[in-house]
Every structure is written in C-alpha cells, then in structure tokens.
C-alpha cells in the first residue's frame, strides 16, 4: 500500500531541513575550543652544577667542560678551581662556549683579605655569584647563630656591591629545622638584605619531611634568583625530573612569577652505574621537555 504526503508533511519535512541546515552551519561559523595553552615560560639559561663531575673535572677540565656543552647546557656553577687560575679558568670556558653561573664558596673564602681574592678571581671568570656552600651544623639549631650569619651576609653584600658582585647562600635539608616555630631559612630570609641571593634547591629542601617547595618559593619574593634544579622522590630515589615527586609546572611558575629566579642549575646526584654526563643530560631533556 503506498501512502502519499500531503502538502502540509513536504512543508514539515522541508522545514525540518532547513533548521538542520542552519544549525550545521551555525556550528560551523563558530570556532572549535582552543586547547589550553602551556604556561608562557621565561627564556632562561639553564645549567650545571660542576659537583656533579667532579672527578671528571679533577683528571680533565677542558675535556669535560666539552661534554657538558655537547650535553646541551649553557652554563656550569664551579665549586673548586683545582689550582687553576680565574684566567685559566676564563679561557677554558670560553673554549668549552659555556658561561660561570656562581661558584661555591666556603664563608672564610669570604672573610678579610681572602675576599679581595674571591673578587678578582669571579670577575675574571664572568660570574657575579659568589654562593655560600654550607654552613657549620650548629648553626642550623641556633637563633643567635643565624642572627650572626645573617648580618655577616649583608656585610659581605655591602663589599660586593662596588663590584657588582652578589654574595648568595645555597640550602640543605638542614636549613628547614625550625626555630620558635619557623624555618630557618626563612628566617635567614628575613634577617637578610634583598642583596643576598637566596640559591634553592629544591631536592635538598624536599628531603625534609613537610615542606612545601611552592609555597616556600613564595614565601620569599624577588629573592631566589638561582635555583638548583634537583629531583625528589621517595618511592623511586633516582628517578629523573619529571618521572619524581615534585610538581614541577607549579614549581616554575612560583618560581618566576614570585620567586625572581634568572637561571636554572640541573643537579643529579645519584649513582645509577652510568656516566654522570649522561644523567645530566637526561634530566635537562626531561626538564626541557616540562617547558615545552
């Protein structure tokens, strides 16, 4: 049997396709949700720390410095000169193409006519840096020990200054015990000028139980213009950035929207049996890979 439409079903029928035929193309008129856009990272330079080679250094500097250039980083932070002189150590940099980042000083490499040395040797080297390695453990456990050091710092600041030269102090796991309910290092912050620079490691500060490094990062702005890149995990103690615990895009976006950070230092410190140039270099591509 077969069924005729009546006028008024073509005229249901037609206007049922011209709604669709409108819809579609008022779908089409608007444009697909963008996806959401990675953070706008700042184009910092990004490093190492010479620890981390520290026996390849001792046998062959230029040859090492070759291999953390070939490994993709733009600049090294020195801990030891090995005899070596700021000049000797200028132009071995220079041929390597790498920049100094900071060196690591013991505070009597700071203290009266040892300065004037560590002055004329970072200046000859390009770096403004002069970083402050560790402190004595009793330290860490005293008010009136922190007081001291700090105060020494700002003095230390102040000579540098003519030289435009910056004192800075890097952490340990220590530096988070806490004083009258605080942490010491932010009371080391606190007692400090904006002329020390506060160098952060986050690996160190994350083996202390508790703290929090995106809020310690904010807690102190403008202050943390170097920070050591170190990664931190407890289920899995060498794993690489990235692959550990810590939260890393939040850590860099407090890090330089708050924290004043200039430059990244990649640190690795574990012994995974491979060369320690590798480790380096696997953890910068990973962090690279974080900013991408």
Not at 122 to 139: F, M, Q, S, T
Not at 231 to 245: C, H, Y
Request: aromatic content about 8%; charged content about 25%; some cysteine.
């Amino acid at each position: 049997m077969s069924v005729r439409a009546t006028r008024r079903d073509v005229l249901k029928i037609g206007g049922a396709a011209a709604a669709s035929m409108a819809m579609s193309s008022l779908l089409e008129a608007v444009p697909a949700a963008a996806p959401p856009l990675a953070p706008a990272w700042k184009n910092l330079p990004i490093g190492t720390q010479a620890w981390c080679v520290r026996k390849e250094m001792a046998t062959d500097i230029p040859g090492t410095l070759a291999k953390v250039k070939g490994a993709g980083f733009e600049l090294i932070e020195l801990e030891n000169a090995f005899g070596k002189t700021g000049a000797e150590w200028k132009a071995a940099l220079d041929t390597a193409g790498l920049k100094a980042a900071g060196f690591h000083h013991n505070l009597s490499d700071l203290r009266g006519d040892k300065l004037n040395a560590a002055v004329e040797f970072n200046k000859a080297i390009g770096n403004r840096n002069l970083i402050i390695r560790w402190l004595p453990p009793e330290v860490y456990n005293s008010a009136d020990l922190l007081k001291k050091t700090a105060d020494e710092a700002n003095g230390i600041a102040e000579k540098l200054k003519p030289h435009d030269l910056r004192v800075g102090y890097h952490n340990h796991t220590t530096d988070f015990n806490k004083i009258d309910g605080e942490y010491w290092w932010n009371r080391f912050a606190d007692a400090t000028s904006k002329d020390v620079v506060l160098q952060f490691d986050t690996g160190n500060a994350s083996e202390q139980p508790g703290v929090d490094v995106v809020e310690i990062l904010k807690r102190n702005p403008g202050r943390v213009r170097s920070m050591h890149v170190k990664p931190f995990s407890k289920a899995s103690p060498n794993a690489i950035l990235g692959a550990d615990e810590l939260k890393w895009p939040a850590i860099m976006t407090a890090a330089e929207t708050v924290a004043g950070v200039e430059l990244y230092i990649i640190e690795y410190e574990k012994d995974t049996g491979r060369p320690p140039i590798d480790d380096l270099k696997a953890n910068l591509d990973a962090f690279k890979k974080l900013r991408a």
